[in-house]
């Protein structure tokens, strides 16, 4: 076994040195310094981390965060001197935390912990990986569908926010102004590292598919193989082509992809406007779809997508209108009125008055209709 110790102290290394001999007889390697540019070789081939906290110029926490990006498969002890970043340390998953000076009754519990501890399983690369945002977040392989199991809620929005940006660079101060601003600075940094490292953790059974990379002042998150629902939907909208009979089959297939809103089960203020665009595309779509069916007399599945946009967006007049108009074609009486009383309901709840002409059009069916 491989061991590194981390620290600024000379002495604390050596001390650290002799209760870990006494333990084990591991080969240890000391840093007062650690460049992880330089000695990226060296983080690879080392089993165990032995890391202290306060250190200048970087924070323990944080570099963990670094160092888990290169070898996410690597364990970490923590050793400091103050008690106050014990739980952070557990947030990251840490193996153990340590308290200076190190008791050899202690070590001997941190190296037992190490012995029971497993590697993750990870899936290999080759199994695609389908990521859902229609509605839930889900992932997909090898036609299973799970719900993944977030450390905190914060740590699945950050995922988000990351997945979200599609591979662009993230500034650190946007995701602590977003997720933490409540907090002191340094506190609220500290939530950024743990909660990175904890998406890590989460994605390494995922092998190589999603990986955070440090890039700059933030972070971006790398895809491999990876599909997204409502990416590959709008793609495939943008890339089909103009919508008319004989094409309306291809929408249709392209519209199942189009599952449930945008990140519908999560109230992320930053999701609204991505939401509503995707949405309004959504709502753009469907009703070219119903309107090729009206014109070319195929009433019934006209209404089946009329419907689904009265569903959606209960108060768009047009399309409760269109519906009104078919089922007055195809003589479903009861079905105008229960439209138009929904229609009116819906208006009526955002303090709108229904459109004359509708009322118009509505007065005059219901004369027809009692005179026939």
Known sequence: MRVTLIDDEPLALELLERQIMKVTNAEIIKLTYLDLDKQADLINNTDLIFLDIEMPGINGLELADYIFEMNPHLQIVFVTAFNQYAVQAFELNALDYLLKPVQLERLKKTFERLNVSK????????????IKVCGELMFEQNGESNVVQWRTAKTQELFLFLLYH???????????????????????????????????KTLNKYGNHLIIKSVQDGYKL????????????????????????????IYE??????????????????????????????????????????????????????????NLKPDDEQANFSLMKLYAELDYGLLVNHQYAQLEKALKDIDIVINSKIRQWYMDWRELKSKS
């Open 119 to 130: 590697v993750p399983v990870t899936i290999p690369l080759s199994s695609k990986l389908q």
């Open 222 to 249: 790398i895809r491999k193989d990876v599909s997204i629902d409502i990416e590959e939907w709008e793609d495939r909208i943008m890339k089909a082509p103009p919508i008319h009979i004989e094409t309306v089959d």
């Open 253 to 310: 297939e392209i519209m199942k992809l189009y599952t449930d809103a945008f990140l519908h089960s999560y109230d992320y203020v930053w999701a609204e406007s991505e939401r509503f665009r995707l949405e309004n595309l959504w709502l753009k779509i469907a009703n070219k779809i119903g309107d090729i069916y009206t014109r070319n007399n195929r009433l019934e599945e006209a209404v089946k997508w009329y419907v689904k946009i009265c």
């Open 166 to 200: 599609n591979e662009k660079i993230v500034r650190k101060s946007e995701l602590v102004e977003l997720l933490w601003s409540n907090f002191e600075l340094e506190r609220a940094y500290s939530q950024l590292y743990t909660t990175i490292y904890n998406i890590r």
